[in-house]
């Protein structure tokens, strides 16, 4: 009897992969219905968990032959890990890859475009003209060389933050809870990088020690012409101090790929404050979770979990 395997991840980007894959399990794609989903993981053996359906602990209890989970991700905020944990499911992800990932550049890049669309106030310039306004003057915005830029974590993307902001002639600052040094980089504490940046760039993983790390505290000492981009996770800001320090003019503006309530219902999204607040205020930008969303990147990606069920399946380690 074949192993059964719920894919919740788009295909079309490793076709011939995944038509591989096919001859050595029954695998079934579902990748917006939570409902079918959870239906046929009842009886599925391996879950390719992607970012859409989130596989909370819910889900997981609702597995009974769950063994092995592959996410082609390098966040894992779409996972029950305690829940995984105690059911000793075996998960696999490829946020530790760094032979992998060191060829994602695509959320740096994200980063100064969410950065560029702020502050060249390039969303309202499009407005205009597509309404026949050629409002050159009205839509001015600042240009990046001698601003500085602040990086909290300089892993791997906040290196590929760093050595861009060179290119822009920015002076680059950051924070690390290791100690990192990278040429260009003068490594600062974590108050004084918010205290001496005019932008900062987000680049941490989300945990226990981050989650609100972004608060009402930070964004007292924060310039009043300071731009936050956060392309990591939601939950890093503290959403209503974040809508506060805008609404009243403590910080001038900011940007987020991600917000805390991604997999909320069309319906449910909409009325999310955030989201009101960025449909009627042009200092705050919404995109989303598009950051690692490049065609290069999720074929990578997706390739590489599509080639380890295979050989697992090869090997019959399930």
């Known amino acids: ?31 917006s219905s939570r409902s079918e989903a959870i239906n046929f993981a009842q009886k599925s053996d391996v879950i390719i968990a992607g970012g859409r359906i ?5 889900f997981i209890e609702n597995c009974k032959n769950l063994k092995l989970i ?19 499911i075996k998960l696999i992800h490829i946020g530790k890859n760094l032979k992998l990932i060191k060829n994602f550049t695509a959320t740096s890049e994200m980063s100064f475009a969410l950065l560029l669309s702020l502050v060249r106030k390039i969303m309202q310039s499009v407005n205009d003209v597509n309404q026949g306004i050629w409002s050159r003057d009205k839509n001015s915005g600042f240009q990046l060389k001698d601003k500085t830029l602040g990086i909290l974590g300089l892993g791997r993307l906040g290196k590929i933050s760093a050595k861009i902001a060179k290119g822009f002639q920015m002076k680059v600052l950051a924070n690390d809870i290791k100690k990192i040094n990278h040429p260009g980089v003068k490594n600062v504490s974590f108050n004084n990088l918010f205290k001496s940046s005019d932008i900062i760039f987000l680049h941490v993983h989300l945990d226990s020690t981050t989650e609100n790390l972004i608060n009402k505290k930070v964004f007292k000492i924060m310039k009043k012409n300071a731009i936050l981009i956060n392309t990591c996770r939601g939950k890093i800001i503290n959403e209503r101090d974040l809508l506060h320090a805008l609404k009243n003019k403590i910080i001038a503006g900011a940007a987020l790929d991600v917000i805390d309530g991604e997999w909320l219902s069309r319906k449910n999204l909409i009325k999310h404050p955030i989201i009101k607040y960025a449909k009627n205020n042009n200092n705050l930008v919404v995109t989303p979770h598009i950051a690692g969303s490049t065609y290069e990147s999720i074929k990578m990606a997706r390739d590489h979990i599509f080639d380890l069920l295979i050989k697992f399946l090869k090997q019959k380690k399930l």
């Open 1 to 31: 009897m074949k192993i059964k395997v719920l894919n919740t991840v788009d295909p079309s980007y490793s076709k011939f992969k995944f038509q591989t894959l096919k001859k050595y399990c029954f695998i079934k794609t579902i990748i």
């Open 70 to 88: 592959l996410s082609p991700s390098t966040g894992t905020d779409h996972l029950c890990l305690k829940t995984i944990k105690k059911r000793k």
């Open 54 to 58: 989130k596989i909370d602990k819910k």
